[in-house]
C-alpha cells in the first residue's frame, strides 16, 4: 500500500460553531491538524477580544489534555469596530485574523459590513498593524446572479481593496472560480486564498443534477466543472498563494432538510486530509500536497510550521450515514460512500 508522511497540516478555515455542536468539530478538527483559524460568525458573532478568548476557553476545554491542536481564533469585522480593537488584535498572540462578511453574504452574516467603503479606515489600520484580513468574497445584490457573485466582488470589490492597501494581508476565502485563481495568482504576494476540499471534489452538477442534494449546497455555490477543474489545478500546482482551509460548515439535518430552506455548509471535517489527498492523488501531483497543507498557510500567516510528521495511506474506509450533532445528525460529505485515503500515522 502507498503511504506518504508530510509535515502536520492546518486548516486556515474552519466553523467550529459552539455549545453542544463544540463536542464533534473540536473532536474531528484536532484529529491531526495541528493549528485551525476559527470562523467568528457565531450568533451573536464574535467581536471583541473578550468574546474569542471566552470561545477559545470552551474550544480548549473539549480537547483531550495530551492534545496539541492549537485553535487560531478571529474577529468578526463590523462597520462599528474601533481601531483601538485592531490594535488589542495585533498585541493579542491568539487572534490571527478579522474575518469580512458582507452582510446577507452568508450563514450568520447579518450583522457584516454593509458597504465596502464604510470599512476603508479600518483597512487601514489592519494594513498599518500588518493584521490579516480574511474575505468572504461574494457580492450580497440580489439583481446579481449567486454564480457571478465571487467575479462581481473581485471587479467591483477586490481589485479596489488591492489598490488602496497595497500592503495589507488578504486572504481571499474558499475561492470557486478560475477567475479568483487567476487573480490570486497575479496578485503579488501580500493575497493568497484557501480553497476547500468540497470545491475540488464536486461542481454544480453533483448538487443540482440527480436530486437536489443538500449536504453538497455551500456558499460561494459550487460552480460550473471547469472552475472545478481550473481550482485543482491552482491548488496543487505548488504555488504559494493556495493553502488548505476546509470551511467545513456543519449544519444540523433539521436546518438543511428544512421545508423552508436549505442552511449553506458542507461538512468535511470528518475526513478532511483524506479527501484533499484523493484530489492531489487523482491530479497526479502528491509531491505538492505537503506545499498545499502544510507551508504555504503558516508561511502566509508568518507562523511557525508544524515540526512534526504525520502519515497517510492509500487505504480505503467507509463514511459513516450521519454522525450524532447536538440533538440532531449530521450529514456529512461523501456520507455513506468509501474515501481512498486514510491517516495512519
Ligand atoms: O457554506 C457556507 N457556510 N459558507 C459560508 O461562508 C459560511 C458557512 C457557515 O457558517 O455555515
Ligand atoms: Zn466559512
Not at 488578504?170 to 472560480?177: G, N, P, Y
Request: glycine content about 4%; aromatic content about 8%; charged content about 25%.
Amino acid at each position: 500500500m502507498r503511504s506518504i508522511s508530510i509535515t502536520r497540516p492546518d486548516d486556515w478555515h474552519i466553523h467550529l460553531r459552539d455549545r453542544d455542536y463544540l463536542v464533534k468539530t473540536v473532536k474531528d478538527v484536532s484529529r491531526y491538524f495541528g493549528r485551525a483559524i476559527v470562523m467568528p460568525n457565531l450568533t451573536p458573532p464574535v467581536t471583541s477580544i473578550e468574546e474569542a478568548k471566552k470561545y477559545l476557553e470552551r474550544i480548549n476545554r473539549l480537547l483531550d489534555s495530551d492534545s496539541n491542536f492549537r485553535p487560531l481564533m478571529t474577529l468578526y469585522l463590523t462597520e462599528q469596530m474601533s481601531d483601538e480593537v485592531i490594535r488589542e488584535v495585533k498585541r493579542s498572540d491568539f487572534i490571527h485574523a478579522i474575518k469580512l462578511y458582507p452582510a446577507g453574504a452568508t450563514t450568520n452574516s447579518e450583522s457584516g459590513v454593509r458597504s465596502i467603503e464604510n470599512v476603508y479606515p479600518l483597512l487601514e489600520v489592519m494594513e498599518e498593524e500588518d493584521v490579516v484580513l480574511a474575505i468572504h468574497g461574494e457580492v450580497t445584490d440580489q439583481n446579481i446572479d449567486v454564480f457571478d457573485r465571487e467575479k462581481v466582488f473581485i471587479d467591483n470589490h477586490l481589485i479596489k481593496i488591492r489598490r488602496t492597501f497595497p500592503n495589507l494581508r488578504v486572504v481571499f476565502e474558499h475561492i470557486s472560480t478560475n477567475d479568483a485563481a487567476t487573480f490570486v495568482a497575479e496578485s503579488g504576494n501580500k493575497i493568497a486564498a484557501t480553497i476547500t476540499a468540497h470545491h475540488l471534489l464536486f461542481n454544480r452538477n453533483h448538487l443540482l443534477a440527480e436530486n437536489l442534494r443538500a449536504a453538497y449546497y455551500c456558499l460561494p455555490i459550487l460552480k460550473r466543472d471547469t472552475h472545478q477543474q481550473g481550482l485543482v489545478k491552482a491548488a496543487t500546482s505548488g504555488d504559494s498563494h493556495f493553502f488548505l482551509g476546509t470551511d467545513s460548515a456543519p449544519h444540523p439535518r433539521f436546518a438543511k432538510e428544512s421545508a423552508c430552506g436549505c442552511a449553506a455548509g458542507a461538512y468535511t471535517s470528518h475526513a478532511a486530509i483524506e479527501l484533499y489527498a484523493e484530489v492531489f492523488d487523482q491530479a497526479g501531483q502528491l509531491k505538492n500536497l505537503e506545499a498545499f497543507a502544510s507551508h504555504n498557510g503558516p508561511d502566509f500567516y508568518e507562523l511557525p510550521r508544524n515540526s512534526d510528521q504525520i502519515i497517510l495511506t492509500k487505504k480505503s474506509w467507509e463514511i459513516p450515514s450521519h454522525y450524532a450533532f447536538g440533538n440532531d445528525s449530521l450529514v456529512p460529505i461523501r456520507a455513506g460512500e468509501l474515501v481512498h485515503w486514510t491517516v495512519t500515522g
